[in-house]
């Protein structure tokens, strides 16, 4: 559509460049356990182009399922944490509701052990109305691509897919966009899962925890992926 020049799909972290003696460009994301069985969900644009996959503490990832329409990839690895992320279920989720996003920017510059941001559900829709798209206030930046956005249960309600890009906007317009930021809802990432028979966890909306909880429980089940 006429719109999707003016999203970029980064923000996928590229650390290093390549020399002339390097084959390939490290690039890095985030992703989220799914089930005890090892499944980890990311973007696809994080390992469409990877020769190989790791995940961060868990070693070699193989991509078992992806659906490139809809941004998102299923890896694999042989044995995953035993805590893993619920998807919110039937609760709708509410205009201005909080959102938590854990994630791995700038991988080998800032944290290793992942940082936390906080914003809010600015739409239900994305740019042209798309209904796929939650747009959220939460900043993202390079490495964030494939992390979880989080309820105040602790249950995901999306992933971080991409940002508008702002230089596109300014030439077209004149006028310079500040964090516009869009996340895949989970409908859309159940519909994948499903499809490929991937084993996942409901959860509905239950109860408030601080900001200190639902970070200690994004903690186990998120992760580094690196693609090389």
């Not at 969900?41 to 991509?63: L, M, P, Y």
């Not at 890896?75 to 938590?100: C, M, W």
């Not at 747009?135 to 249960?153: F, H, K, R, W, Y």
């Not at 900001?211 to 903690?219: M, P, S, T, Y």
Request: aromatic share 8%.
């Amino acid at each position: 559509m006429y719109w999707n020049r003016y999203v970029t799909r980064q923000p996928r972290n590229v650390p290093q460049k390549p020399t002339p003696k390097q084959q390939n460009t490290v690039s890095t994301g985030t992703g989220f356990f799914i089930n005890s069985a090892g499944h980890l969900v990311t973007n696809n644009h994080v390992v469409e182009s990877c020769s190989n996959i790791r995940v961060k503490g868990f070693g070699v990832a193989n991509k078992v399922a992806s659906d490139i329409n809809n941004d998102i990839a299923v890896l694999k690895v042989n044995s995953g944490p035993k805590t893993f992320a619920r998807l919110r279920d039937n609760s709708a989720v509410a205009l201005g509701e909080t959102v938590i996003v854990y994630v791995f920017p700038y991988a080998g510059t800032l944290s290793q052990d992942g940082n936390l941001t906080q914003g809010n559900i600015l739409a239900l829709s994305g740019l042209g109305n798309d209904i796929r798209i939650y747009q959220i206030s939460a900043p993202v930046q390079p490495g964030n691509s494939g992390g979880p956005i989080l309820d105040s249960s602790k249950n995901v309600l999306g992933i971080v897919t991409s940002k508008l890009n702002a230089i596109a906007i300014a030439k077209a317009t004149g006028d310079l966009t500040q964090n516009v930021n869009f996340a895949i809802k989970n409908s859309i990432l159940k519909s994948v899962l499903e499809i490929n028979g991937i084993a996942y966890t409901k959860a509905d909306f239950q109860r408030d925890y601080n900001l200190v909880e639902v970070a200690k429980a994004a903690r186990k089940f998120t992760a580094l992926v690196i693609c090389d």
